[in-house]
C-alpha cells in the first residue's frame, strides 16, 4: 500500500507540473481547483464547471456514472484509486477527447461494452495510477500520440488490457500491471501504431498474448515481464524495425517470442525459456531479423525455430535443455554464429535449408550436435562439438571445414576418392569411393563413422565408443568393416538401404543395441576362410563377430559358436583378441624346381592349406619332358 500511495503522490507532483508546463506554453490564467464528494455530486458536473487548465478533486467514495473528458484538465482522486471508484453506466468509463487531460487515482469499473478509459484522438494526456479492471477492455488509445500511460493495474478485462489503435504512435506505456484478460492480450498495438515505448510493464497471466503488435512499426518494447499467458508472451504480425529488448517471455502456453511476417526487428538479450512450445520462432517470411544475446532454456519444444524465413542472424544466445532443438531452421537461409547450444535433442537443426551459415558455436551434449537433413550448400566451419556431432541424411554439396569433436578433427569427406583418414574425432563420408578409416578412438558424440552413399570403402581397427551411433552406414554399398571394437554404444551398427557391405572380425559388447538394420542384405562373417590360433591351437574356418550377448555351445572348442547369431552364421564366443589371425604359408618355388607330384593319382588332391596358384603345368607321362601349361 504504501508502494502504491508513493507511485500516486509521484503521479500527482507529474500531473501538476505537466498541467503547469502546458498552461505556460499555452499561455492560459491560473487553474482553479474543484472538489467532489460522493452523493450529491457528480465528477461529470465538475468538469462541465471547470475551465481548461483546472484541476478537479475526487474525494473518496463510489461514483455512479461516465465521464466523459473535452477540456484540458487534471483529474484526480484525493486518496488513489483504493479509496475512489467510478462505475460506469455507460459505453465507457472515462472518454477523453482532448489534449492534455490527466487522468490520476481512480478504479473504473463495469464498462463492459466499451473500455474503462478511452482516448479518442487527443494527445499528450496522462493516465496514472488507476485500477481499470471488470471491464470490455481496460485502456484503449485511438489515433492519439505523445500519451503516458503509467502505473496502472489492468486486471481481468473481458477483451485488451491495453490497446493502441489507428496510429496512436509515441506513446509512453509503462510500470503498470496488465494482467488476466479473459479473451485478449495484455498490449495490443495495432494499424500503424509506431515509435511507442513500452518498458517495465508486467503483462502476465492473459488469456491469450502478453505483447502483441499487428502492422506497427518503429516500436521499443523493453523490460517487460510477459510471463504465463495462455497464448505467447510477445508476438509480432507484419510488423517491422521494432526493437524487443531485455523482456521476460516465460511459461507461457504457446511460444515465448513470436515473429511472424515482420522484418528487421531485434530480439536482443530476452528470457524466452520455460514455455510449452518454443522459446522464440519466427515464421512465414520473416527476414533481415537480428536473434542475439538471449536466455533460450527448458522450453518443451525448440529454443529457436525459423521456418521459411530467410536472412536473419542468430548469434550470442544460451540455447540449453530444450525437449527438441536448440535451433531449428526450416526451409530456411539465415547466419548462425557464436550461440552456445547444449543438452538439447538436437543442437542446431536444418531441414530443407540451404545456404545457410553455421559458424563458431559451441555445441555440446546435444543429441545431435548439427544435423543436416535434405539440405544442401550450406557452409559449416569452426564449430566447437563436445559430446556430439554432425550428422547428414540425403544432404550434399556442405562445405564443412576447421570443426573440431572433442578436441579432435571432424573429418567430412565428400565426392573423395583413394583417401586414408588417420586422426579424427569423427568421420561423415558422404558420397565416397575406396576411403579407409582406420587406427581411430571415436568416442563420445552422436555417429563415431558414418558412411552415406559411400562404396569400397575400409572401417578397420578402430575403438569405437559411448556414441549414439557407432558406426552408421546410409545407402551404401560393398564397404568392409572389419577389426573395430564396437562398445557401449546405444546402437552399435545401423544399416539402412545399404548392401552387400561385408562386416566380420569385429566387438560388439555392452551396447544397447547392437545392430540396427533396415531394408539391408549384408554379410556378416568373412567370406573367405581364415586361418588362425585360438587357445593355443590352429584353425581354419569363416569368422564372424564376437556379440555379448550370444552364448551356446562351441563343440569342437574352435572358437566359432555351434549356432548362427541372426546373420552372423560364424559367431566369435570370445572377443577378437583371443584370436591370432594367421597369414597363410606362401610356398615360392623362385627359380628352382617345381613342385610336382609323382605317379597316377586319381581323385582329390586337398593340400593342408590353401593354396594359390599362379600357374599349372601338367606332364602327359613320367620322362617325356613335354607339358602343358595353364
Known amino acids: 500500500m504504501n508502494i502504491r500511495i508513493r507511485k500516486f503522490e509521484k503521479a500527482v507532483v507529474f500531473a501538476v507540473l505537466f498541467a503547469t508546463l502546458a498552461c505556460v506554453s499555452i499561455g492560459t490564467a491560473s487553474a482553479a481547483t474543484h472538489d467532489v464528494y460522493p452523493g450529491n455530486h457528480s465528477i461529470q458536473m465538475a468538469i462541465y464547471n471547470a475551465t481548461a487548465g483546472d484541476t478537479i478533486i475526487v474525494h473518496d467514495g463510489t461514483y455512479t456514472e461516465s465521464i466523459s473528458v473535452e477540456k484540458r484538465l487534471t483529474i484526480q482522486s484525493k486518496n488513489g484509486?483504493?479509496?475512489?471508484?467510478?462505475?460506469?453506466?455507460?459505453q465507457y468509463g472515462c472518454r477523453i477527447h482532448t489534449d492534455h487531460v490527466n487522468l490520476i487515482g481512480f478504479t473504473i469499473e463495469k464498462a463492459t461494452e466499451a473500455c474503462g478509459i478511452f482516448v479518442l484522438e487527443a494527445n499528450d494526456c496522462n493516465i496514472s495510477c488507476n485500477n481499470v479492471s471488470g471491464?470490455?477492455?481496460?485502456?484503449?488509445?485511438?489515433?492519439?500520440?505523445?500519451?503516458?500511460?503509467?502505473?496502472?493495474?489492468?486486471?481481468?478485462?473481458?477483451?485488451?488490457?491495453?490497446?493502441?489503435?489507428?496510429?496512436?504512435?509515441?506513446?509512453?506505456?509503462?510500470?503498470?500491471?496488465?494482467?488476466?484478460?479473459?479473451d485478449g492480450n495484455g498490449i495490443y498495438l495495432t494499424n500503424n501504431s509506431n515509435y511507442n515505448t513500452i518498458t517495465d510493464n508486467d503483462v502476465s497471466s492473459n488469456n491469450y498474448y502478453g505483447i502483441s503488435?499487428?502492422?506497427?512499426?518503429?516500436?521499443?518494447?523493453?523490460?517487460?515481464?510477459?510471463?504465463?499467458?495462455?497464448?505467447?508472451?510477445?508476438?509480432?504480425?507484419?510488423?517491422?524495425?521494432?526493437?524487443?529488448?531485455?523482456?521476460?517471455?516465460k511459461t507461457n502456453t504457446y511460444m515465448g517470442i513470436y515473429i511472424e511476417n515482420s522484418i528487421n526487428n531485434n530480439i536482443i538479450d530476452n528470457n524466452a525459456s520455460n514455455n510449452d512450445r518454443d522459446g522464440i520462432r519466427l515464421w512465414n517470411y520473416s527476414s533481415s531479423n537480428s536473434?542475439?544475446?538471449?536466455?533460450?532454456?527448458?522450453?518443451?519444444?525448440?529454443?529457436?525455430?525459423?521456418?521459411?524465413?530467410?536472412?536473419?542472424?542468430?548469434?550470442?544466445?544460451?540455447?540449453?535443455?530444450?525437449?527438441?532443438?536448440?535451433?531449428a531452421i526450416i526451409h530456411s537461409s539465415n547466419t548462425i554464429s557464436s550461440n552456445s547450444i547444449s543438452n538439447n535433442k538436437d543442437g542446431i537443426s536444418l531441414e530443407a535449408s540451404s545456404n545457410n551459415t553455421i559458424s563458431s558455436n559451441t555445441l555440446s551434449n546435444n543429441g545431435d550436435g548439427i544435423s543436416l537433413t535434405y539440405s544442401s550448400n550450406n557452409d559449416i566451419s569452426g564449430n566447437t562439438f563436445t559430446n556430439d556431432g554432425l550428422?547428414?541424411?540425403?544432404?550434399?554439396?556442405?562445405?564443412?571445414?576447421?570443426n573440431t569433436v572433442n578436441g579432435k578433427p571432424l573429418v567430412y569427406l565428400e565426392e573423395t576418392a583413394d583417401k586414408k583418414v588417420t586422426n579424427a574425432g569423427q568421420v561423415i563420408l558422404v558420397n565416397c569411393t575406396n576411403i579407409t578409416v582406420e587406427n581411430l578412438e571415436l568416442s563420445n558424440t552422436n555417429v563415431g563413422v558414418e558412411l552415406w552413399e559411400t562404396e569400397d570403402s575400409l572401417i578397420s581397427n578402430n575403438t569405437v565408443i559411448n556414441n549414439y551411433f557407432g558406426i552408421n552406414i546410409g545407402n551404401s554399398i560393398n564397404n568392409t568393416i572389419t577389426g573395430n571394437n564396437v562398445r557401449k554404444n546405444?546402437?552399435?551398427?545401423?544399416?539402412?538401404?545399404?548392401?552387400?557391405?561385408?562386416?566380420?572380425?569385429?566387438?560388439?559388447?555392452?551396447?544397447?543395441?547392437?545392430?540396427?538394420?533396415?531394408?539391408?542384405?549384408?554379410?556378416?562373417?568373412?567370406?573367405?576362410?581364415?586361418?588362425?590360433?585360438?587357445?593355443s591351437k590352429r584353425y581354419?574356418?569363416?569368422?564372424?563377430?564376437?556379440?555379448?550377448?550370444?552364448?551356446?555351445?562351441?563343440?569342437?572348442?574352435?572358437?566359432?559358436?555351434?549356432?548362427?547369431?541372426?546373420?552372423?552364421?560364424?559367431?566369435?564366443?570370445?572377443?577378437?583378441?583371443?584370436y591370432r589371425v594367421l597369414a597363410y604359408p606362401v610356398f615360392d618355388t623362385g627359380a628352382g624346381a617345381y613342385p610336382s607330384i609323382m605317379g597316377r593319382h586319381e581323385g582329390k588332391i586337398k593340400p593342408s592349406y590353401d593354396v594359390r596358384v599362379s600357374y599349372l603345368y601338367t606332364y602327359s607321362c613320367a620322362g617325356t619332358g613335354g607339358h602343358t601349361k595353364s
Not at 391 to 402: Q, R, T
Not at 492 to 519: A, R, V
Open 81 to 90: 484509486a483504493d479509496s475512489t471508484f467510478i462505475h460506469a453506466v455507460s
Open 135 to 182: 471491464n470490455y477492455q481496460g485502456i484503449s488509445l485511438f489515433n492519439s500520440s505523445r500519451n503516458t500511460i503509467f502505473d496502472n493495474d489492468v486486471l481481468a478485462n473481458e477483451q485488451w488490457g491495453i490497446s493502441l489503435n489507428y496510429s496512436s504512435s509515441h506513446n509512453q506505456i509503462s510500470y503498470n500491471n496488465v494482467s488476466n484478460s479473459w
Open 213 to 249: 503488435l499487428r502492422t506497427s512499426n518503429n516500436n521499443e518494447i523493453q523490460n517487460n515481464v510477459a510471463n504465463a499467458n495462455q497464448g505467447t508472451g510477445i508476438a509480432l504480425w507484419y510488423s517491422n524495425e521494432n526493437n524487443i529488448e531485455n523482456n521476460k517471455a
Open 291 to 327: 536473434i542475439s544475446g538471449n536466455a533460450i532454456s527448458n522450453n518443451n519444444w525448440s529454443g529457436v525455430v525459423l521456418s521459411s524465413s530467410s536472412d536473419n542472424t542468430i548469434s550470442g544466445n544460451d540455447a540449453g535443455n530444450n525437449n527438441e532443438d536448440g535451433i
Open 391 to 402: 550428422v547428414v541424411l540425403y544432404a550434399y554439396k556442405n562445405d564443412v571445414n576447421d
Open 490 to 535: 546405444t546402437n552399435g551398427i545401423s544399416l539402412e538401404s545399404s548392401n552387400n557391405n561385408q562386416i566380420y572380425f569385429n566387438n560388439f559388447i555392452d551396447n544397447t543395441n547392437d545392430i540396427y538394420s533396415s531394408d539391408s542384405t549384408n554379410i556378416w562373417n568373412s567370406t573367405r576362410l581364415i586361418l588362425y590360433t585360438y587357445s
Open 540 to 578: 581354419t574356418n569363416y569368422m564372424g563377430n564376437y556379440w555379448y550377448n550370444y552364448t551356446v555351445k562351441d563343440t569342437n572348442n574352435d572358437g566359432i559358436g555351434d549356432t548362427a547369431y541372426g546373420a552372423d552364421c560364424c559367431p566369435l564366443m570370445q572377443p577378437c583378441e583371443n
